[in-house]
């Protein structure tokens, strides 16, 4: 799980992204790419200066809460 957090002209949240690994043939760690690929393994938790959605939450912000998708 990686978090970046950005602060800059009226935007403040934080990005959260997640890869998930598996083994290839040789043993060697690689990104899973049709499980990474899911919508919620990334998302932001943000105030951003817009009327119709001020606030956004992301609700997978630990490994616990990725558990239960």
Request: proline share 3%; hydrophobic share 30%; with cysteine.
């Amino acid at each position: 799980m990686q978090n970046w957090e950005i602060r800059n002209l009226g935007i403040y949240c934080d990005f959260y992204e997640m890869r998930a690994y598996t083994k290839n043939k040789e043993g060697k760690l690689v990104i899973d790419t049709d499980i990474s690929a899911d919508p919620n393994f990334s998302g932001m938790d943000s105030v951003v200066d817009d009327d119709k959605n001020p606030k956004r939450y992301y609700k997978y912000k630990t490994a616990a809460a990725v558990k239960n998708i």
